[in-house]
């Protein structure tokens, strides 16, 4: 039996839910839909300094508005620390991880000295601490690092159609799984779920095309199955900046707007007819189910 498609909507709770977030809540619904699959919904709360509170039921109550139905009750990562841990366990029984004492600062004065390279996705930390033993150091004193292989990790992407590939060694050199405030690092957190929930596809915002070969590479180390991946174009401000909660985006609210839906598959290449946006939300879902295809 072939497998069930699982795909996910996997928004921060950072602030609500704004039109460039609509949009891959759209796409990887419509297509997990498309496919007579699951959508589940994962609030990516990882990140406690960043959340906001009240966030995450204001984004719940948009997608309610606008007629989301998810599959399986809503995973808050902010729940999910043991199963970070344990995680962090296994690589470290396979002496992947290392404490890294460096500080920001201390990394920022190298990078300025020319001592470290600094690549596209910053500092490429070249392995000071990585013979550093963790019985030496207090948990609140380093960050936890991954080795990486001198390795391309590469995937073909579902919509761009193209492969894209890093040498984590030479792009990034190793990186970090935990913080040094004890917090699990995104890439980790999002890996560890993913595999929990047996994803099958992940459609997400091309801001998130050059951690997908870290994800790749920790889905290797922990031997999870690899989804496949969907990086959907994003909504850019008039000065090109990404359209987000930082840059002003504006709270798309409780009460649904087919005027704004209609925007939305505009946006994501499906040409809706021209007065659909004057039509019933459920006309417009209609409409979208049965012309949907991820271009
Ligand atoms: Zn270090």
Known sequence: MAQIYRG?????????????????????????????????????????????DGAADCILRSLEAYGFEWDEDILYQSHRKQAYSQALDTLRHQGLIYPCTCSRKSLRAKAAQGEILTGQLGYIYPGLCSDNHFSDFKPADYAVRIKVPEENFGF???????????????????????????????????????????????????????????????????NYPRPAYAHLPLILCENGDKLSKQTGAQDIGDKADSALMVACLDFLGQKPPSGLEKDTLANVWQWAGENWNLI
């Open 156 to 222: 073909t992407d579902e919509l761009l159609k193209h492969h894209s590939t890093q040498n984590l060694k030479h792009d990034l050199g190793d990186f970090i799984i935990r913080r040094r405030d004890g917090l699990f690092a995104y890439q980790l957190a999002v890996v560890v779920d993913d595999a929990y929930q047996n994803i099958t596809h992940v459609v997400r915002g091309v801001d998130l095309l050059d951690s997908t070969p870290r994800q790749l590479y920790l889905q290797q180390c922990l």
């Open 8 to 52: 996910r909507f996997a928004p921060s709770p950072t602030g609500p839910l704004h039109k460039g977030s609509l949009v891959a809540a759209i796409a990887s619904y419509l297509e997990a839909r498309k496919h007579n699959g699951q959508w589940l919904v994962r609030m990516e709360d990882v990140d406690e300094r960043r959340n906001v």
